[in-house]
């Protein structure tokens, strides 16, 4: 095995070195394993000179193995303890990827336009141990904000991307699965041993994959409003969307308007694909 990933030992000196004691609160499972680090980088399909965004990358477990394949990496790290030290590590561990390294001190959920005029071109894929408890909006925010991005690769947990990855009809479609497929297409691409983390987690992990869509399927405008309805239907989704619908809608044209998009009104939420909505924001303009 090469020495220039991280492993157990050094996972747990380099904690200690900092003092840093793993928190729940920002879902801090570092991952211990080079065989899995590897794994996700080879899944993610990452090549030398791709441009990556890796979010929290904490003691840079995964990033090494990103610089490892030659790509270039912008990692965002809210922990600033963890931010200070990773560009240490890189230099330490694999010296010639110096230079294609940068962390951005922030919480990834404020991730702003103006952070993306200081790198050298935008990311095309990202790669990230998500932190578990608020993998789906740092995902979305991601998505809404970097159009560039074409492919991803994330681990997170279990529940959250088989729902995700979820189709029309299953129990686990709702509302992230329809807005995900706003995006692209998803898959669960593997499982991951709770025996690669440090600390070891209480919940199982999944490998989601993320290829975008070829063309954007509505404009930003046309985003927005389906994703009002997408939000609407799913917070009753026990109901038909004719009564779901009504807050977003108005209540004296929502059958008219879901009737000239071609969708049963009596439909629930969990029918529809994404297409449906954008189709009945599409007839209620
Ligand atoms: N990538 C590392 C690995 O695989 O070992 C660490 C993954 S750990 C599951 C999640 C990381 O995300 C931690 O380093 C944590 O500090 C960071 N983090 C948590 N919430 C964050 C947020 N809102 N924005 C950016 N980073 C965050």
Redesign the pocket.
Known sequence: MSSALLGPVEVRELAERLDVSPTKK??????IDPNTVRKIVRLAGVESGNLVIE?????G??TLGITEVGADVTA????SR?AAELPNTIRAMQPEAADRFRVIHT???DLSAEHLATLPGQPTALV?????N?SVP?LMHLLELIPELNRGLVMVQAEVGYRIAAGPGSKEYGSPSAKAAWYGEWGIAGTVSRRVFWPVPGVDSVLVSYVKRDAPIGSETERVRTFELVNAAFAQRRKMIRQALQSVLGADRTVEIIEAAGIAPTARAEQLHIEDFLAIARSGR
């Open positions: 920002l879902g801090q499972n570092f991952v979010i929290g990358p904490g003691l477990s995964l965002i790290e809210i922990d963890l919480d990834a959920l990230a141990n998500l932190p578990y608020v740092i």
